[in-house]
Every structure is written in structure tokens, then in C-alpha cells.
């Protein structure tokens, strides 16, 4: 009997975790009709091939490099060890941790949409997910974090907490997408004699089944980071959707009800509750999804207006700076005093959340500067012109207007 349990028990988590890592995986469509709704047509089959191609690189490499790098676990074993007394649980475990690995390269693919040449950009992504995201996540989660978590919790009173990436995997995403878009530069007509000439999208309902279809898979992203069937919460579910549900109704009121800021909004507030999703009170996750939206409202509008950079999802704003407040936002909102479950620090979700920056910028910065002097990163004036679609793809998104 106790041996059924116990193989029960198993069997329960990897299929926790397998659902999760479905959902999760789910997502990459929505990264896809998200960038698919926000381009031009004539990018439209570019931004679908991009997305399928970085996921399937990513597979391998992290298979390979980038999971023993953050967990010290190879694969390179009999089927039988693999599979182990566990069920094949680390198996799982690494699909579940692909997908938010995977999502660095998916996120950095709509920061430089529409003028970035397609090989170089598949190279820098498995350069991410190989060597640089791993090497950041196992100081955070994985073998190496006793070093740095320690010092955290001699030094500040607490460890780094991050429940769900909105640091390690958003803010990392965002903060890597931001050396590329300006080693890129503007798209051709974005900036004319210094004055912003705005670049219509190409499908509003794309732009919302994308957000729509992260929205529901996000719930997997969260809650399937307990990673066991026993450390599954209902807070870090209705956190989600309370910082979601902040996130759409503050950006419709500051947008004065723009659809792709609504629909970025509920992204906002989701990406800004990951870190903290299980030790704030709801009513906190409301604020902090809320407060997460503004910023990317208003993030999107300074950047593209004022700062002059043309980030054509506004990852930066999106995910790296709305990653950070979501890493901030957990040290404010997670103590006692505002209902949180407490067992955090400020100091140490500020330190946390500053290395991360930094170290996305470095390393984002060392690997586009690499790619654009050997191999150029933009596609060449005329390419970029007749779109990536035909100039990278040869076809575009609706062949059958081309047959007379």
C-alpha cells in the first residue's frame, strides 16, 4: 500500500509538472500572433518561423548545455536511469524549465522585429539559452545559488525571491532585447529628421488572440512553479489573475482605451506578479499588476517618443523594466505590514533585481556587438524593405493574392 502511494505520489507530480510545461509551452503562440498582430504584413511569416525555430534550437542546446549548467543534470544516460524511481520526473522538469528558458529568445524576437537578419538572431538565442541565461539561473534557483542566496540572507535578512521568473526570465529577456534594438537601430521611416513617424500594425485581433493565449497559459508558468502536486497554492492563482485583471484596467484608463496597451497590460500585470505571486495578498497583486501596466504605458511612450528607440513590442518597457518592478514589487508587497506572508527583504529583491540588469545588459551588449562586426545583424536596406517575409522566407503571409 505504501509503495502505491509513494508511486502515486510520483506519478502525480510528473503530471503536474506536464501540464504545466504544456501550458507554458502553449505560450509560444502567443508570443507568436502577438509579434504576428504587431508587425507589418510583409513580416507576418517571419515572425511565425522566427518563434518555431528559436523554440526548437532551444530545445537542444538547453537538452544538452544549459540545464546541466543550472542543475547539474546531464541526460546523457540510458533510457532506463533516465527514467529512474521517479518516473522520469527530471525529464519533465527540464521541458517545464525549457519553456521559460525558451522564452528569451521569444521575447527578444519582437524588440527587433522587421529588420534583423534571421540566422544571426537563431545564433545569439542558443548562445542564450546555452551558456548566459543558465549561467544567471543557477545562481538564482539552481546548483550554485547557496553562494549568492546566502550572502543575500547574511546581508539583507533574506534570500532573493522569485517565485515564477519575473526577474530571472522576464527582466532578463528585456534587458538582453535592449543592446540589440539599439545596435540595430530604427526601422527605415520610423524616425524622419528627428521626428517620430509612427509604423501601423498590421492585425488587432492577432495582437489579442497572442495576449489572450499568454494570458491563459501564464496560469501554468505560475502556479506549475511549485513543481510538485503538494506545493501547489491557490494565492499564486488568484494573484495571477488579480495582477492581470490590474494590469487591463489601469492601462485602459491611462491609454484612454487603446487596444494594444490594454491587451499589453494584462501581459504587464502578469509578468510583474511572477516573482512575488506566492507571499502577497491579493489585493497587493491587484496594485502591483496595475502599477506594473503604468509603467509599461508609460515606458512605451518615453522610449519610443522620447528616447527615440524603436523597440517594436516594447520588450524593454515590457518585460525588462516591468520584470524588475515585478522583483521590487515582491519585497514591498510581500512583507506583513501590507498582508504579504512576510520572509523577504527589499534590500535583497533590489540587489537581486539591479544583477540582473547589469548582467543581461553586459552580456546582451558582448553578444550583439560579436554578431553585428563578423557576420552584420541587419538585413541589408533593400531586404528590410520588401520585408523579411519574401527576403528571408521567400513568400509571404497571403500567397494567393500573388496569383493573378
Given amino acids: 500500500m505504501e509503495t502505491s502511494l509513494v508511486t502515486l505520489q510520483r506519478g502525480g507530480d510528473v503530471l503536474f509538472l506536464l501540464l504545466g510545461a504544456v501550458m507554458v509551452f502553449a505560450m509560444h ?26 523554440w526548437s534550437v532551444s530545445t537542444v542546446v538547453y537538452f544538452l548545455i544549459g540545464y546541466p549548467i543550472s542543475y547539474g543534470v546531464h541526460f546523457l544516460l540510458p533510457a532506463s536511469e533516465l527514467m529512474g524511481a521517479n518516473q522520469g520526473y527530471e525529464l519533465v ?15 527578444i524576437s519582437g524588440g527587433i522585429a522587421e529588420r534583423a537578419k534571421f540566422w544571426p538572431q ?9 551558456i548566459s541565461y543558465p549561467i544567471f539561473e543557477s545562481i538564482i534557483w539552481g546548483q550554485n545559488s547557496a553562494g549568492l542566496q546566502g550572502f543575500f540572507a547574511a546581508t539583507f535578512g533574506a534570500q532573493f ?3 515564477a521568473g519575473s526577474v530571472v526570465v522576464h527582466s532578463m529577456g528585456g534587458w538582453l532585447a535592449l543592446p540589440a534594438v539599439l545596435i540595430l537601430g530604427p526601422r527605415m521611416g520610423r524616425f524622419v529628421r528627428g521626428r517620430s513617424q509612427a509604423i501601423p500594425i498590421s492585425n488587432i485581433p492577432f495582437l489579442a488572440l497572442g495576449s489572450w493565449i499568454l494570458a491563459v ?43 494594444g496597451f490594454v491587451h499589453n497590460g494584462a501581459l504587464a500585470g502578469l509578468i510583474a506578479i511572477c516573482a512575488g505571486s506566492d507571499l502577497v495578498h491579493p489585493i497587493g497583486a491587484f496594485f ?18 522620447k528616447l527615440q528607440i ?66 552584420g545583424f541587419r538585413l541589408e536596406e533593400e531586404l528590410e524593405f520588401n520585408g523579411a517575409d519574401l527576403s528571408v522566407h521567400h513568400i509571404n503571409a497571403y500567397p494567393e493574392e500573388n496569383v493573378s
Avoid at 30 to 54: P, W, Y
Avoid at 288 to 305: N, P, R
Fill in 29 to 54: 503562440a502567443g508570443f507568436a500572433f502577438l509579434e504576428v498582430g504587431t508587425v507589418r504584413r510583409k513580416n507576418q511569416v517571419n515572425a511565425f518561423v522566427k518563434i518555431l525555430s528559436d
Fill in 310 to 375: 524603436d523597440d517594436v513590442l516594447g520588450v524593454w518597457p515590457l518585460h525588462g523594466v516591468v520584470g524588475s518592478w515585478g522583483g521590487l514589487a515582491a519585497g514591498i508587497f510581500g512583507s506583513t505590514t501590507l498582508g504579504g506572508l512576510g520572509g523577504v527583504s527589499f534590500m535583497s529583491q533590489l540587489a537581486g533585481s539591479l544583477l540582473a540588469v547589469v548582467y543581461a545588459v553586459v552580456t546582451g551588449f558582448v553578444v550583439y556587438k560579436i554578431i553585428d562586426t563578423v557576420s
Fill in 161 to 163: 525571491h522569485d517565485f
Fill in 217 to 259: 497559459g501564464w496560469f501554468g508558468f505560475n502556479v506549475m512553479s511549485a513543481q510538485s502536486l503538494g506545493g501547489i497554492s491557490g494565492l499564486v492563482a488568484v494573484n495571477s489573475l488579480l495582477a492581470m485583471v490590474g494590469g487591463v484596467l489601469f492601462a485602459l484608463v491611462a491609454s484612454k482605451n487603446d487596444p
Fill in 288 to 305: 502591483i499588476g496595475g502599477i506594473g501596466s503604468l509603467l509599461f504605458v508609460y515606458g512605451f511612450q518615453i522610449e519610443q517618443e
Fill in 122 to 130: 537563431v545564433f545569439a538565442g542558443a548562445v542564450f539559452v546555452g
Fill in 93 to 107: 522538469r527540464f521541458f517545464f524549465l525549457l519553456c521559460f528558458a525558451a522564452c528569451i529568445p521569444a521575447i
